[in-house]
């Protein structure tokens, strides 16, 4: 099986080993159907991945490598950089456990200091558990802020999640109402439309038709509940409008997502996390896939969780770790293309 050596080379992180993140790993790698799209290294513990193929039904060979540069993607072996750090009989499937959590992200931050070396080019990891990695002594509220420390990252980022073609990105992230309140401004909603439109533009979308969702009900209702509308959200949007973005609003969140989903819009900016996510979640929550923008390094992963219910038994849906994989190739070529350019 040969593979196009212009493809990108993409870390593949097989996720919290208590979660369906092995099983959905073990799956993709076992026919080899994400080989027109990238060249996957795994990284990770070959102990983890055995336990993936069982609870999947499938196997494969295996072939151990220092680095991605002693990759061979010719052979038909799963390459893996085995870590050797995580033994999945310790810790039971189906449970959420701060010592798997600590192995996640000590995995992944393998990952992230190969990207920093330039030895991969994006990163897509399988589902993990916030709460476990942080109970495991990861201290972010969520694995975005975690990336953005160990790649020195101080400007903005956001995540954002894609699903049917439509970027959904927000103002605010993981963090309480109370405070997303308080962080939603006029330089805060600029950094939010500009990087959905540079991410979108990246993707392969020409000229993204971004909408901004309204904060308070209908709209603030001309003012009647609230004039947050009127004094900051339209003004900013009126703003970026003029320097050759396409976007509008803002909308009613009641109303924005039928219309964006019926195709009038390619990309929705909440103004915080739930006016976002229920939308997307209920369109479709095992297909969508999450994206760390405005990073250095390109991260994706499934929108879903560790799916605690299912973990073994064979059935849980690969579609958007797939997807996650083919975008986090598609970012990483455009961005290989931008670097080639700029010099």
């Not at 799209?37 to 069982?54: C, Q």
């Not at 790649?151 to 997303?180: C, I, K, P």
Request: aromatic share 6%.
């Amino acid at each position: 099986m040969v593979l196009c050596e212009d493809l990108p080379i993409v870390a593949l992180v097989p996720g919290d080993c208590t979660g369906i993140g092995p099983e959905q790993t073990a799956r993709i790698l076992s026919d080899h159907r994400l080989a027109d799209a990238a060249r996957l290294v795994v990284v990770g513990d070959a102990r983890v991945l055995e336990m993936g193929m069982a609870h999947a039904g499938v196997s494969f060979d295996i072939e151990r490598i220092g680095s991605p540069s002693e990759a061979s993607w010719v052979s038909g072996k799963i390459q893996l950089i085995d870590l050797g750090n995580t033994d999945p009989s310790r810790y039971p499937i189906g449970k959420a456990s701060a010592e798997s959590g600590r192995l996640t992200g000590e995995t992944l931050s393998r990952a992230i200091d190969l990207a920093k070396d330039g030895a991969i080019n994006a990163i897509t990891f399988a589902p993990l558990n916030k709460r476990a990695m942080f109970d495991g002594g990861w201290r972010y509220p969520d694995e975005h802020k975690m990336f953005a420390d160990l790649l020195g990252h101080r400007t903005y980022f956001s995540e954002m999640n894609v699903l049917d073609g439509q970027w959904m990105s927000r103002v605010t992230g993981h963090q309480s109402l109370r405070e997303a309140l308080n962080d939603i401004s006029p330089a805060r909603i600029a950094d939010a439309v500009v990087l959905v439109d540079r991410m979108m533009r990246r993707s392969g979308v020409a000229a993204p038709r971004i909408a901004v969702a309204a904060l308070n009900p209908h709209a603030g209702e001309g003012g009647l509940f609230g004039r947050d509308e009127i004094e900051m959200i339209k003004p900013t949007v009126e703003a970026i409008a003029k320097k050759g973005i396409v976007c509008s609003g803002p909308y009613p969140a009641d109303t924005v997502y039928i219309r964006a989903f019926a195709g009038e819009f390619d990309s929705v900016v909440a103004m915080y996390h739930d006016q976002g996510q229920i939308a997307t979640k209920l369109r479709g929550f095992n297909r969508g896939v999450t994206v760390t923008a405005g990073l250095e390094t390109v991260f994706t992963t499934p929108s879903h969780g560790t799916a605690f219910d299912i973990v073994g038994k064979g059935v849980a849906n690969t579609g958007a770790l797939e997807s996650a994989v083919r975008l986090a190739a598609q970012l990483a070529s455009f961005k290989a293309r931008e670097t080639l350019h700029a010099h």
